[in-house]
């Protein structure tokens, strides 16, 4: 009887065959079980991400617009400089509602044009 030795060297030195079928339901268990027995939650001292809730939240009559080194603000044509207050100003809701703003960051100046039946001295006030 002759010994086919050329079949068991190819057999043996061939290209390795890996089966991902088993290791993908192995890595599958161990995430899951990772996800179950760990604790998302966050403790006392640190920030969730989620929005604090207090007694400011809701409709308010203004709103803050920040931009970086503000130094002039005008109402239809009337200037209100004087209400800025850390690079920001208050700015009634209908302004924002019915009116227009015009926000030029690179000379720092806010430009608003507020509806008809508004008092220039309502449109804007300084943030507190």
Request: aromatic letters at 6%.
């Given at each position: 009887?002759v ?15 890996f089966?991902?079928?088993?290791f ?7 995430l899951i ?41 005008t ?11 850390n690079?920001a ?39 507190s």
């Amino acid at each position: 009887m002759v010994l086919d030795t050329e079949r068991y060297r190819n057999k043996v030195h061939g290209r390795p065959r890996f089966n991902m079928v088993p290791f993908i339901d192995i890595l599958f268990t161990i995430l899951i079980f990772l996800v179950v027995t760990t604790t998302f939650s966050g403790g006392a001292g640190e920030a969730s991400g989620k929005p604090q809730i207090s007694e400011n939240t809701g409709p308010s009559e203004y709103y803050l617009i920040p931009v970086a080194g503000l130094r002039r603000v005008t109402v239809n044509g009337i200037d209100m400089s004087s209400h800025i207050k850390n690079s920001a100003v208050a700015v009634h809701t209908r302004v924002i509602d019915e009116g227009e703003i015009i926000i030029r960051p690179r000379e720092g100046a806010i430009i608003i044009t507020a509806p008809p039946d508004l008092p220039v001295d309502k449109a804007v006030k300084t943030p507190s």
